[in-house]
């Protein structure tokens, strides 16, 4: 990833392979533990698309908000989402819940950010079969055009987005506690300020304008761009890259800031 370099001793093909470690340690470890296993990957944003579904469509009229079929534009939104909230609140006990291991190695520590990241976009592309499955068998009937190819384009940007995030986040929960529950409270509030149950092309002015900031913004446009296409907005997604980018970049400079006081404080 991006971020191999920042305080990188060794090869890059030795952090890349402690990096796939890590992140199928994690991997295993999640899915050992567990009955269900792969099942759980998908069914939290399962149970959440059912009840928006339910609410906006059988108890509310929603008047065209979204996309129809309404279900699928739900799974769209979701599962990107589960990803990003779920590697975001990890990424606020990055370094406290392996201490001694971040102590004791010499690998670069920002390989404890990047595996979670690595980890959850695994569990994100296991749930992809469902959003393909609900696309294909949906009423009414999905009509799929070529901009299905950015698909993979939002999750390059999502994994910038999030290593950047968590080369910032990571560091100072570790050294202010406070600001892991301040995270969750943020990550609450983002839920309903990002296009998940509604489209950028829902929004009334200046809530569109504004919208625009977030950079989940475009990136969610890029995954329901070939499912949806009036919801392709290029100036979202030419937003979201840059911002995404310039959360990398300032994600380096916190990580190299901090690290030795985090050290110091585990």
Same mark, same amino acid.
């Given at each position: 990833?991006?971020?191999?370099?920042?305080?990188?001793?060794?090869?890059?093909?030795?952090?890349?392979?402690?990096?796939?470690?890590?992140?199928?340690?994690?991997?295993?470890?999640?899915?050992?533990?567990?009955?269900?296993?792969?099942?759980?990957?998908?069914?939290?944003?399962?149970?959440?698309?059912?009840?928006?579904?339910?609410?906006?469509?059988?108890?509310?009229?929603?008047?065209?908000?979204? &996309?129809?079929?309404?279900? !699928?534009? *739900? =799974?769209? #939104? $979701?599962?990107?989402? +589960?990803?990003?909230?779920? @590697?975001?609140?990890?990424?606020?006990?990055?370094?406290?819940?392996?201490?001694?291991?971040?102590?004791?190695?010499?690998?670069?520590?920002?390989?404890?950010?990047?595996?979670?990241?690595?980890?959850?976009?695994?569990?994100?592309?296991?749930?992809?079969?469902?959003?393909?499955?609900?696309?294909?068998?949906?009423?009414?009937?999905?009509?799929?055009?070529?901009?299905?190819?950015?698909?993979?384009? &939002?999750?390059?940007?999502? !994994?910038? *987005? =999030?290593? #950047? $995030?968590?080369?910032? +986040?990571?560091?100072?929960? @570790?050294?202010?506690?406070?600001?892991?529950?301040?995270?969750?409270?943020?990550?609450?509030?983002?839920?309903?300020?990002?296009?998940?149950?509604?489209?950028?092309?829902?929004?009334?002015?200046?809530?569109?304008?504004?919208?625009?900031?977030?950079?989940?913004?475009?990136?969610?446009?890029?995954?329901?761009?070939?499912?949806?296409?009036?919801?392709?907005?290029?100036?979202?997604?030419?937003?979201?890259?840059?911002?995404?980018?310039?959360? *990398?970049?300032? #994600?380096?400079?916190?990580?190299?800031?901090?690290?030795? @006081?985090?050290?110091?404080?585990?």
């Amino acid at each position: 990833m991006t971020t191999a370099v920042v305080g990188a001793p060794g090869s890059p093909r030795r952090y890349l392979h402690s990096l796939w470690l890590l992140s199928a340690r994690d991997l295993k470890v999640r899915y050992s533990t567990s009955a269900l296993g792969y099942v759980w990957s998908v069914l939290d944003p399962l149970v959440m698309s059912a009840i928006y579904w339910f609410v906006f469509t059988q108890v509310f009229d929603r008047d065209g908000i979204g &996309g129809s079929p309404y279900i !699928v534009f *739900l =799974l769209a #939104g $979701l599962l990107p989402w +589960v990803w990003f909230n779920s @590697a975001v609140s990890d990424l606020t006990k990055a370094f406290k819940k392996d201490a001694r291991l971040v102590r004791s190695t010499a690998i670069p520590r920002s390989i404890w950010v990047n595996r979670i990241v690595l980890s959850k976009g695994v569990e994100f592309a296991f749930s992809i079969p469902v959003l393909i499955l609900f696309a294909v068998f949906a009423v009414p009937r999905v009509h799929l055009s070529a901009l299905i190819l950015l698909f993979p384009l &939002g999750i390059l940007l999502q !994994v910038v *987005l =999030l290593v #950047g $995030l968590g080369l910032i +986040v990571a560091p100072l929960c @570790a050294l202010w506690g406070d600001l892991e529950r301040t995270t969750r409270l943020i990550l609450r509030a983002l839920f309903y300020a990002s296009p998940i149950i509604y489209g950028l092309p829902d929004l009334p002015s200046p809530f569109r304008e504004l919208a625009l900031f977030n950079p989940l913004t475009g990136i969610f446009s890029l995954y329901r761009a070939g499912l949806f296409r009036h919801q392709f907005d290029p100036l979202a997604i030419g937003v979201a890259a840059g911002m995404s980018l310039l959360f *990398l970049a300032i #994600g380096v400079l916190v990580f190299r800031r901090l690290e030795p @006081a985090v050290l110091k404080e585990l």
